[in-house]
């Protein structure tokens, strides 16, 4: 999944350490999805639109990798 929450953070002059702690998760769990290692859960990815002032669709891209291959 695609995300553009290090961009929003930059925008509203958030660190990683204070995203977390207005999600309520660590700052690992950030990091990682913003690299790519992880994809939140809906409850989680709603909780970050929200802090950086966005809708979720604004925040998350799937990419074609992320929908299982229909036959």
Same mark, same amino acid.
């Given at each position: ?16 350490e204070e995203l977390a702690r207005? /999600?309520? /998760? ?29 809708? /979720?669709?604004? /925040? ?11 036959e």
């Open positions: 999944m695609k995300t553009r929450m290090k961009e929003l953070r930059a925008r509203h002059g958030m660190t990683q207005k /999600v309520g /998760v660590r700052r690992e769990t950030i990091l990682f999805i913003e690299s790519g290692k992880y994809n939140p859960s809906l409850k989680l990815a709603f909780g970050i639109a929200k802090a950086l002032h966005s809708k /979720v669709e604004d /925040v998350f891209t799937p990419e074609k990798k992320d929908f299982p291959r229909s």
